[in-house]
């Protein structure tokens, strides 16, 4: 729990922008410094409310941040505070448990009774507290003992519980883009809360912070202040590309296997296969690779992709991806980017077909709908003497003793009879399927 009462911290808890590391002390002082959040900011909005009026009982008691690290969830919090005369905790959900919870609010609810004042309290990573924290909230955020600010870079649907969220504002966040990003280090470049105009940053080494920064405002700043820190160390003024390089040896993926950025890479990675976009499907099993996925867990995708959108356009791509599932488990990193590249490759350049897919689902939506029929009683196990006694197996046509290996006879239930699951496509294999289906199809209907 950080509970700041030193002197020079404005309002009570903020720390001052005047100490800290180059993103603490270029954080914005007003809603005009925001960068690439405007939306949420609109005059009248609720975060705007919060913001600009001391105390508002209409806006909402609790706000919910969401969005990608680096963004201004914090930020924005401390604008809020900074509104009037309220007092500032900041709790970390990686550390503080119910008792501190506890604590921070019953001194709340004491600080609002006796000055009138509010109390902000911010939780990073929210999503981190436990269903048991989260419910220790609920009275303080019902009752307004505290203007709860949370932060959350994981779905609040997912990671927050229900009541929580029914009590409060969710607010999206956007990733920040490159003129965002831009913009904020000529700001840190020449205020005097940052480098103060003593160093020049080249564009060829504001680009390059920009790639490597992504959406994420405060790595910008980091970034920028090792290189500015590199540069002064040889007695340097203009920080150069080599400077950059040396402040940050790798570009950071950004990618929580346990996030949100997990589901949409993985999305992204599946829809180019889909696609058949080779190169990109290939950008994104790199994305995931470098992050750390786990190969079995990519490998494993790549077995369902292969059933689901190739299907019997290439029989032949789900033995790929089942062989290079068991490839992988046997080889491990990082020698199974290579096998997986290779099956990755073969399903992105197959035929497509999902109608095997397509199959299965409208036949399961006819079971679920209770469409199943009696059973063709030729069709019935008549191996077991009392089975035989009610007829079972009679009548049956064995396959075999007739041309061509099909006969016409009744499979489907009566209520199902003529439906049709499966309709193959002209694509690849497939096509070949569409014509001896055909065949058979009108030879069993006795067509």
């Not at 609790?62 to 924005?76: E, N, Q, R």
């Not at 309290?121 to 609920?138: G, N, P």
């Not at 995708?301 to 299907?311: C, H, K, N, V």
């Not at 058979?440 to 006795?446: E, F, L, P, T």
């Amino acid at each position: 729990m950080d509970l700041f009462d030193d002197a020079g911290m404005e309002p009570e808890g903020i720390p001052s922008d005047a100490r800290g590391p180059l993103a603490v002390r270029m954080r914005p002082r007003g809603v005009e410094d925001v960068l690439g959040q405007e939306h949420l900011l609109t005059p009248g909005s609720p975060l705007r409310r919060l913001i600009d009026s001391e105390s508002d009982q209409s806006g909402p008691s609790s706000v919910i941040l969401w969005g990608p690290a680096g963004t201004g969830k914090t930020t924005l919090a401390y604008l809020i505070a900074r509104s009037g005369s309220r007092k500032f905790v900041e709790l970390s959900a990686v550390s503080a448990g119910v008792k501190d919870l506890r604590a921070v609010i019953s001194e709340a609810r004491g600080h609002l009774v006796t000055s009138g004042a509010e109390t902000i309290l911010f939780i990073d990573e929210v999503h981190r507290f436990s269903k048991t924290q989260q419910d220790a909230l609920l009275p303080a955020v019902e009752n307004r003992w505290v203007i709860l600010v949370a932060a959350t870079t994981e779905n609040p649907s997912f990671s927050i519980v229900t009541p929580l969220l029914s009590r409060s504002i969710m607010l999206t966040l956007r990733g920040l883009g490159p003129e965002h990003i831009g913009e904020l280090l000529d700001r840190a470049v020449s205020d005097e809360r940052g480098l103060d105009g003593k160093f020049t940053l080249p564009e060829e080494s504001r680009e390059m912070i920009v790639r490597l920064a992504g959406s994420d405002a405060r790595r910008s700043l980091t970034v920028l202040e090792a290189a500015a820190s590199t540069t002064a160390a040889r007695g340097d003024d203009t920080i150069t590309v080599e400077d950059v390089s040396e402040a940050i040896d790798v570009a950071a993926v950004t990618y929580d296997r346990d996030g949100d950025a997990h589901y949409d890479v993985i999305s992204a990675f599946i829809k180019s296969i889909r696609g058949s976009h080779v190169d990109a499907a290939m950008h994104y099993l790199a994305r995931m690779l470098e992050a750390g996925e786990d190969p079995r867990f990519v490998a494993r995708r790549l077995m369902i992709s292969a059933a689901e959108d190739i299907g019997m356009a290439d029989p032949s791509a789900l033995q790929t991806a089942t062989a290079a599932a068991q490839s992988v488990a046997l080889v491990g990193m990082p020698e199974a980017r290579i096998i997986l590249a290779e099956a990755v490759v073969h399903l992105a350049t197959a035929p497509k077909s999902n109608a095997a897919y397509k199959a299965i689902n409208a036949a399961i939506d006819d079971v679920k709908a209770g469409k199943v029929g009696t059973i063709p009683n030729h069709l019935r196990d008549g191996s077991v003497w009392a089975s035989r006694q009610t007829g079972a197996g009679e009548g049956y046509k064995y396959s075999h003793d007739y041309p061509g290996h099909v006969v016409s006879q009744q499979y489907l239930p009566d209520e199902l009879e003529g439906t049709r699951y499966y309709e193959p496509t002209d694509n690849g294999f497939e096509s070949q399927v569409t014509a001896r289906l055909s065949k058979y199809r009108s030879i069993v209907d006795g067509e």
